[in-house]
């Protein structure tokens, strides 16, 4: 069956999303728990966006990943898988006890993105800036077909730091990738601390909006916000970049804000202090 | 002889299919002068797409073209493509079978005046050792041809190797071209030189000068590197009392020692090795580099004696 992008979100619609997202932010730490690997800061901090992006706004078909009207989505920054597969076996891509295998052998549920092995996952990533140029080719070869769908992928802060993606942002312009709109997750965190320690990268919308695009920046766990935002994006004549602000980690106290924990296991306690906190509220 | 360049058989190539394959396109990251594209960019301007100097991001722009179902061709030097561009060839397109031809001109010392910085000697190794690359390395303007058009017709990675010069035209490589099949070019039973690329007219002589002499020199020819014709150099090491390989390549990672490795493993004998020995080109003309670096019929007589 086809799941159609909608355009308005109704009151019943941001309830059932805000549900889902807390279901898959426990999804995200039992696959991390179960797995003693993988990135559970990251997946927390996009958990609305993907969310919002596969169950309000694209449209798509679960049991038909190669149907050609779908919108695709590539996750960029490719250490956040938890999120992605919670997502994708949710919309019925694929069963959700496969989350229990993800980092084990012989799963097709690899720790960065494989693209030929993993039902919906639109591109191979997890080496930083490789996603986003790759979804570049994909959105202007739709453009030049003169084909309706999207293109949406998201890019970490600290990976917009890699030349490539400022390679890709001056390709997007050239073609006037208007099928094209690219969130970048501002948590300001990244492996070793504080992006602006590491490598600054404020002010970060001039940038973009001197390399050609059209820059919108929003709450990026505000379900409403990335709603409308992305539907006034859609109406542009150039590539797209919402600066979604976010908080690494967002859901669970310790984990909030936190670059320890990009990439840690959280020990049992703390993984059910997590889960208690994310079903009851912090 | 006749001379031709073997980047204008890529080139050449890519015009002749171009109706037969509407879907293939050619991207470039400007060195299209260089390597021909510009050629195919005048006669099918909305198929050729220049990236600028960017090959990174080209060869990830290509490889999500594939996933639309295009067939791209990216074009630069050599060097850049495996080196510059190195963890995008790697993990956005070997790791992931990407459908994209990544065909490299100005590979190996030929190249000549634009010295070590611009002459790809490391290649081979570098993209031999990624999984899933398949590998072409044609050895004159015509097999260059038939290379090409056999790297669009099959699904999957491959890496095209091809100079910058006029390079012999051998007629013996001409007709067919099937991946993963060697070319046996003459006949023998003492030594066997194997060659690739360019080479191979330097592998022709030196057997024509070890005849006169009274040898049996067979030569086999490697246009395809990888997967490499296990059973041509198999044959070689039981037929014949040694092997000799020249490659226009480091002697580390390249033909040389990926005929050693099979050999070895299977049947030992011995192998010697004609190539660029672990050390970076210069600038100069490309006949007076091949003298200096020791790659040519006389440099493959030597080894073939140090066995007999
Ligand atoms: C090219 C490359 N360099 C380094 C890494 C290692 N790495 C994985 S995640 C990460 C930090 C990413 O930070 P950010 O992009 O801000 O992601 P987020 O904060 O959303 O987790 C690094 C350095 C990588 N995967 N790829
Ligand atoms: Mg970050």
């Not at chain 1, 006034?232 to 859901?251: E, H, L």
């Not at chain 2, 890496?159 to 007709?175: C, F, Q, T």
């Not at chain 2, 590197?225 to 480091?250: F, R």
């Not at chain 2, 080109?281 to 030597?302: H, T, V």
Request: hydrophobic share 40%.
């Amino acid at each position: 069956m086809v799941i159609e992008g909608k355009k308005e979100l109704s009151p019943a619609n941001l309830e059932d999303l805000k549900n889902l997202c807390k279901q898959v932010r426990k999804q995200i730490i039992n696959m991390v728990y179960q797995a003693s690997s993988g990135h559970i800061g990251g997946s927390l901090g996009s958990t609305e966006l993907i969310v919002t992006l596969y169950n309000h706004l694209m449209t798509h078909h679960p049991e038909n990943p190669d149907w050609d009207k779908r919108d695709r989505f590539v996750l960029s920054k490719g250490h956040c898988t938890p999120v992605l597969y919670a997502v994708l076996a949710n919309c019925g891509y694929f069963p959700k006890e496969d989350l229990s295998t993800f980092r084990r052998p012989g799963s097709h549920l690899q720790g960065h993105p494989y693209q030929p092995k993993t039902p919906g996952v639109e591109a191979t990533t997890g080496s930083l800036g490789i996603g986003f140029s790759t979804i570049l080719g994909m959105a202007l070869t739709a453009k030049n077909r003169g084909q309706k769908h999207y293109y949406y992928v998201i890019c970490g802060d600290g990976e917009i730091q890699e030349g490539q993606i400022w390679e890709g942002a001056m390709f997007a312009n050239k073609y006037k990738l208007d099928n094209l709109i690219a969130f970048v997750d501002r948590n300001y965190l990244q492996t070793d601390g504080n992006s602006e320690d590491i490598m600054p990268l404020d002010p970060l919308a001039p940038k973009w909006e001197s390399f050609g695009w059209k820059v919108y920046e929003i709450n990026g766990h505000d379900i409403q916000e990335i709603v409308s935002t992305v539907i006034s994006a859609k109406n542009s004549d150039r590539p797209v970049m919402i600066i979604a602000n976010t908080i690494k980690g967002k859901g669970v106290s310790f984990m909030e804000n936190a670059f320890g924990w990009h990439g840690a296991v959280p020990s049992k306690e703390d993984a059910d202090k997590a889960l208690k906190e994310l079903e009851n509220g912090i | 002889m006749e001379y031709k360049q073997t980047r204008q058989g890529y080139v050449d190539a890519l015009i002749e299919m171009a109706e037969e394959l509407p879907e293939m396109v050619v991207l470039d990251a400007d060195v299209g002068k260089a390597t021909l594209t510009l050629q195919f960019a005048k006669l099918f301007p909305e198929r050729f797409f220049n990236c600028g100097i960017q090959e990174q991001n080209m060869l990830c722009v290509a490889a999500g073209m594939s996933l639309e179902g295009k067939i791209p061709f990216a074009s630069t030097f050599g060097v850049f493509a495996t080196c510059r561009a190195g963890d995008q060839l790697r993990n956005g397109i070997a790791y992931p079978k990407a459908n994209v031809k990544v065909a490299v001109t100005h590979c190996g010392i030929t190249v000549g005046g634009d010295g070590a910085s611009h002459q790809s000697n490391e290649d081979i190794a570098i993209t031999r050792s990624f999984p899933n690359m398949t590998i072409l390395v044609p050895g004159d303007y015509e097999e260059a041809k038939l290379a090409t058009k056999a790297a669009a017709r099959m699904n999957g990675p491959v890496y095209l190797r091809l100079g910058r010069d006029k390079y012999p035209v051998i007629s013996e490589l001409h007709g067919s071209f099937i991946i993963g099949k060697s070319k046996l070019l003459y006949p023998g039973t003492d030594i066997t030189i194997i060659t690739t690329g360019i080479m191979v007219s330097e592998a022709i002589k030196a057997r024509e000068l070890l005849s006169e002499e009274g040898f049996s020199i067979r030569v086999v020819h490697m246009g395809t590197i990888k997967p490499i014709d296990e059973v041509a150099i198999l044959k070689a090491a039981k037929e014949t009392k040694g092997i000799v390989t020249i490659e226009e390549h480091s002697i580390v990672g390249g033909l040389g020692e990926a005929v050693a490795g099979i050999v070895a493993e299977n049947h030992p004998c011995p192998v010697r090795r004609v190539g660029m020995r672990d050390i970076f080109g210069e600038s100069g003309q490309a006949q007076e580099l091949l003298d200096k670096f020791g790659m040519r019929a006389k440099n493959i007589i030597e080894e073939v004696k140090k066995i007999l």
